[in-house]
T-cell receptor, first 115, second 112 residues
Framework: GAVVSQHPSWVICKSGTSVKIECRSL??????MFWYRQFPKQSLMLMATSNEGSKATYEQGVEKDKFLINHASLTLSTLTVTSAHPEDSSFYIC???????????FGQGTRLTVV | LAKTTQPISMDSYEGQEVNITCSHN???????ITWYQQFPSQGPRFIIQGYKTKVTNEVASLFIPADRKSSTLSLPRVSLSDTAVYYC?????????????FGAGTRLAVHP
């Protein structure tokens, strides 16, 4: 199946700093990618839809100025958590379609810990 | 997007067949039913998708009754490695291009 890769797999940062998470489609072009957040023992929560060449669409309750999304190419979308705080500690996951009409392909996720 | 309801958790033993049922009373005519599997600290992985009747692949079967208001994921002869969270989603078949709304999922624990 198609491959979606996230980097880094985990990151620890100090409170108040910014962290960038990359999501790459390795063997296909992704005009649309999705970003999810998952807290321990909870389900995935959709944060935003990332569109290549245009502004991201954020779900209700997600602060667009805090979670900056850039989708500058057909193979890369980035999520930047600005001025991170401990409550932003979570597991962040991206996904995309890959020319097939069945399934979504997910990255391996990024574990963010803000201390 | 149709809401889904699944059991929060299930327990099984190695070698047994596991059936996880999902309710989706408000499924739309064009909606498909898709199941994903998620291991701890990993992104979800597609298992199976169907529209009606029965679908089978190398890892699971999906049973969908005629009214399509529910579906059952069947895992034959589970092993310890099948311990994971299983999500039932209902929506357009082009899952990769549409936003997915995940429910709580079913946490399956397989015991020796």
């Amino acid at each position: 199946g198609a491959v979606v890769s996230q980097h880094p797999s985990w990151v620890i940062c100090k409170s108040g700093t910014s962290v960038k998470i990359e999501c790459r489609s390795l063997d296909f072009q992704a005009t649309t990618m999705f970003w999810y957040r998952q807290f321990p023992k909870q389900s995935l929560m959709l944060m935003a839809t990332s569109n290549e060449g245009s502004k991201a669409t954020y779900e209700q309750g997600v602060e667009k100025d805090k979670f900056l999304i850039n989708h500058a190419s057909l193979t890369l979308s980035t999520l930047t958590v600005t001025s991170a705080h401990p409550e932003d500690s979570s597991f962040y996951i991206c996904s995309s379609g890959a020319g097939r009409d069945t399934e979504a392909f997910f990255g391996q996720g990024t574990r963010l810990t803000v201390v | 997007l149709a809401k889904t309801t699944q059991p929060i958790s299930m327990d099984s033993y190695e070698g047994q067949e596991v059936n996880i049922t999902c309710s989706h009373n408000n499924i739309a005519t064009n909606d498909y039913i898709t199941w994903y599997q998620q291991f701890p600290s990993q992104g979800p992985r597609f298992i199976i998708q169907g529209y009606k009747t029965k679908v089978t692949n190398e890892v699971a079967s999906l049973f969908i009754p005629a009214d399509r208001k529910s579906s059952t994921l069947s895992l034959p002869r589970v092993s310890l490695s099948d311990t994971a969270v299983y999500y039932c989603l209902v929506g357009a078949p082009s899952g990769g291009y549409n936003k997915l709304i995940f429910g709580a999922g079913t946490r399956l624990a397989v015991h020796p």
